[in-house]
């Protein structure tokens, strides 16, 4: 049964994601049949790629360490206190997490760049320097924190620590030595989730970093796109997917930590208004990062979309609408991007529900390392290069049986390997949580095992599947390392839509770029609080 279920995903991932790797990589490392892989000094001693490794580990590091420090108050606070509108802030500073990068690249360009909203009132541009990374970074992950945090933490019984209290420790001395290290498990998953899409950050570094910055997965699509450098770019993504597979395998140990048992409580039970002075500043210093590192940036995006000349209308978003306007960067009017990305995103959500719900299907029931094996599988194409994976795309699958190189399928496909790890995080746990006796008295009393996950898991799981369906939605729709190179021209996606206008310069460009980000950033709010009325739990997991 368990192997029955494991073999569409197997198959899904072999052909489409496995596949498509190795070939790209064999494709640069080969040479008249023979690998070489003196290839690795060749590429591993030069000056500009040792800057790039180097740059792509510093700046994780530094966006990590700077996410934890801002987002763990915010941890505290949306955990403990309660306060008027706390599930809708709560929503909204998840936003930023499922928006694309190129639409988080481009709200803060028009924060922080050249005419933007600081460059116009002090004369302050932060554009093409790391600190415009770092804080784009911020403003990524600071839900990461909030959610897998702060999900736990307002579910630890507060009494342990006020126990703690009673018996002579003071407040920093019962928090360390109690709270602490229940906590512990929880921000070690943060961090090696918060360093993992820093470490392949492509988008944000390449609109933000101009020529200067250059991280892993951006060198990578440099090398493969601009300079057909194949061997280079075989070299990088092997040494990226070598760092990802230990940041994974950590990672999956902090999970299983996390799994201990707990004494965990209703969150409804530990949150409770400020008290003092203190309570009521430290909530209100949260609300005001809320504020400057999350509401302004998508609000100056809407509002550079809507500033034109003399004023302010909606002449950009009209714009969208016309070929000829567009006649030098679409071969189509830019508005069929929005269109294009919402079928492609519905299918590659359904592909993502079918592969990754017979995964999670497999995984329910837990076993040995081939089990292991294949979820760690599950979850590598959130760390493998999505532009080899692309590339690779262009090159593999161009022979029948399988010549989809022209095929409007490949686009779905391609954004289904990022959703089927979303739905199989969020339905593994529901899945695991159903009762093993209420399947077996479906099958005792002759049900098929068809008919008892129709009759059983399903009732149980469905709103989690809802929840799975959303997730896989927003980040299909917004993926773009590899759909850059495998969308066709007269069929553009939204992300590749808003690089293509930012590539060209132009009054015109860029405030259509500011309104296709502003449509795209609306899209996802919306999944995004959607899904907020439907979730199944307030754990804090993605």
């Known amino acids: 049964m368990r192997l029955g279920l494991m073999a569409v995903p197997v198959a899904f991932f072999a052909l489409f994601f496995a596949y498509p790797v190795v070939a790209i990589?064999?494709?640069?490392?080969?040479?008249?049949?023979?690998?070489?892989?003196?290839?690795?000094?060749?590429?591993?001693?030069?000056?500009?790629?040792?800057?790039?490794?180097w740059f792509t580990l510093w700046q994780a590091l530094a966006s990590t360490a700077l996410t934890l420090l801002i987002a763990l108050p915010g941890a505290y606070v949306f955990a403990r206190f309660d306060f008027p509108c706390k599930q809708l802030l709560r929503a909204v500073v998840t936003v930023p997490f499922v928006l694309p990068t190129v639409v988080v690249g481009t709200a803060f360009l028009a924060l922080l760049g050249r005419g933007g909203f600081l460059d116009e009132l002090w004369g302050v541009r932060l554009d093409t320097t790391v600190w415009a990374i770092l804080l784009a970074h911020v403003f990524f992950n600071y839900a990461v924190v909030v959610r897998t945090v702060g999900g736990l933490w307002s579910q630890l019984d507060p009494r342990q620590e006020e126990a703690a209290r009673v018996l002579g420790a003071g407040r920093f001395a019962a928090w360390r030595r109690v709270t602490l290290p229940a906590l512990g498990p929880a921000v070690a998953a943060?961090?090696?989730?918060?360093?993992?899409?820093?470490?392949?950050?492509?988008?944000?570094?390449?609109?933000?970093?101009?020529?200067?910055?250059?991280t892993l997965e951006v060198e990578i699509y440099r090398q493969t796109a601009q300079l057909l450098d194949l061997p280079t770019a075989?070299?990088?993504?092997?040494?990226?997917?070598?760092?990802?597979?230990?940041?994974?395998?950590?990672?999956?140990?902090?999970?299983?930590?996390?799994?201990?048992?707990?004494?965990?409580?209703?969150?409804?039970?530990?949150?409770?208004?400020?008290?003092?002075?203190?309570?009521?500043?430290?909530?209100?210093?949260?609300?005001?990062?809320?504020?400057?590192?999350?509401?302004l940036p998508l609000a100056v995006l809407v509002e550079r979309s809507l500033d034109v000349s003399g004023g302010h209308g909606f002449a950009f978003y009209r714009a969208l609408g016309s070929a000829e306007a567009n006649s030098g960067t679409f071969l189509v009017a830019p508005i069929e991007a929005i269109g294009n990305s919402l079928r492609y995103a519905l299918v590659a959500t359904l592909i993502a529900l079918v592969v990754g719900g017979l995964a999670a299907a497999a995984l329910t029931r837990k076993a040995g390392r081939l089990v292991r094996g294949f979820d760690a599988l599950l979850m590598l194409p959130l760390g493998?290069?999505?532009?080899?994976?692309?590339?690779?795309?262009?090159?593999?699958?161009?022979?029948?049986?399988?010549?989809?190189?022209?095929?409007?399928?490949?686009?779905?496909?391609?954004?289904?390997?990022?959703?089927?790890?979303f739905v199989v995080r969020t339905m593994l746990p529901v899945l695991r949580a159903v009762d093993e006796r209420l399947r077996e008295a479906a099958a005792v009393l002759g049900a098929s095992p068809w008919r008892a996950w129709r009759e059983v898991d399903l009732p149980l799981v469905r709103r989690a599947l809802l929840v799975a369906a959303g997730f896989a939605f927003a980040v299909s729709l917004g993926e773009f390392g590899a759909t850059v190179f495998i969308a066709r021209p007269d069929?553009?996606?939204?992300?590749?839509?808003?690089?293509?206008?930012?590539?060209?310069?132009?009054?015109?460009?860029?405030g259509q770029a500011m309104a296709l980000s502003t449509i795209l950033m609306l899209v996802c709010a919306v999944s995004l609080l959607l899904l907020e009325r439907i979730r199944t739990d307030r754990s804090g997991e993605f």
């Open 190 to 214: 943060a961090t090696l989730m918060i360093f993992l899409f820093t470490f392949t950050s492509f988008g944000v570094v390449q609109i933000l970093g101009g020529p200067g910055f250059s």
């Open 384 to 421: 493998v290069s999505a532009v080899t994976v692309g590339f690779g795309f262009l090159i593999t699958l161009d022979k029948p049986p399988l010549d989809l190189r022209t095929s409007w399928i490949l686009v779905p496909l391609a954004q289904a390997l990022v959703g089927v790890p």
């Open 491 to 510: 069929n553009p996606t939204l992300p590749v839509a808003v690089s293509r206008l930012l590539g060209r310069s132009g009054e015109l460009n860029y």
């Open 234 to 295: 075989a070299v990088l993504t092997l040494v990226q997917f070598v760092a990802v597979g230990a940041v994974l395998a950590v990672h999956a140990w902090t999970v299983r930590r996390r799994e201990t048992a707990l004494r965990l409580v209703d969150p409804a039970r530990t949150a409770r208004r400020p008290r003092g002075t203190g309570q009521w500043a430290l909530l209100g210093g949260v609300l005001l990062t809320v504020l400057v590192l999350i509401l």
């Open 25 to 53: 990589v064999g494709r640069g490392l080969k040479a008249g049949g023979v690998w070489q892989f003196g290839r690795f000094g060749e590429v591993l001693s030069r000056p500009d790629i040792q800057h790039v490794l």
